[in-house]
């Protein structure tokens, strides 16, 4: 089934360190999302990119999509310890019927 | 706009009882989307409406899960009888359609004993 795959299942780096996470998926898709998690709470809407874009930016954040291998990275530079969070990637496959999918997600730990 | 609000925010209850999980999605959202949330299972999707009509509910583990949208601003989950591996974070989203940005809820929080 069409799923976002995250990839690493956990990360852990220091306060000021770029974090580097990546999203697969299995067919065409006509948007992809990424989104935060914090313990406790409800998902957050990080960037939304669609199927003709390349890259994109918010802030700290930087998405690249490459669907000739079907695959997508989240870039969070200069982390804080307040980035730690769960991130979870969502793709839209083709076709207006289908729904948003997420993926199980990377467990990001920043320490200072 | 005040977000997804969801209700009851913690739920605790013993087994067998009927358990209501109640949700308000953004206004002018057409779609809204029912989640649960364990740490075995990850996120899954329920149940998602469009313009207050269900499209897929293949997520409804079974006929205890039922779910409904009497209108555009308020939507349901029912689980009757509740079992202890029912318990998990019941998340309610909204979206403008239903492959768009999706704003999430706070979550319910549900203990069956």
């Known amino acids: 089934s069409q799923q976002g795959e995250e990839d690493p299942q956990a990360l852990s780096i220091q306060e000021g360190e770029n974090a580097t996470m990546n999203c697969s998926y299995k067919?065409?898709?006509?948007?992809l999302q990424w989104y935060r998690q914090n313990s406790g709470r409800g998902l957050v809407h990080l960037i939304l990119?669609?199927?003709?874009?390349r890259e994109k930016h918010s802030g700290r954040l930087r998405v690249t999509l490459d669907t000739s291998k079907k695959s997508s990275s989240l870039l969070i530079t200069a982390s804080r310890a307040a980035d730690t969070a769960s991130y979870f990637c969502?793709?839209?496959?083709?076709?207006?019927?289908?729904?948003?999918?997420f993926g199980t997600g990377t467990r990001l730990q920043v320490t200072l | 706009d005040a977000g997804v609000i969801q209700s009851p925010r913690h739920e605790v209850t013993e087994m067998g009882q009927e358990v209501t999980l109640r949700c308000k999605p953004i206004?002018?959202?057409?779609?809204l989307f029912w989640y649960r949330q364990t740490m075995m299972r990850g996120l899954e999707l329920l149940i998602y409406?469009?313009?207050?009509?269900?499209?897929?509910d293949s997520g409804m583990p079974e006929d205890r899960f039922s779910a409904k949208m009497p209108n555009a601003s308020f939507s349901t989950l029912k689980i009757q009888p509740s079992e202890p591996r029912d318990s998990a974070v019941y998340f309610c989203a909204s979206s403008l359609q239903q492959q768009e940005t999706q704003y999430f809820g706070p979550g319910t929080r549900l203990l069956v004993l």
């Open positions: 067919t065409s898709i006509n948007n």
């Open positions: 409406f469009n313009n207050n009509v269900p499209i897929d």
């Open positions: 969502a793709t839209a496959p083709t076709g207006t019927a289908s729904k948003l999918t």
């Open positions: 206004s002018g959202h057409n779609s």
């Open positions: 990119i669609r199927s003709n874009e």
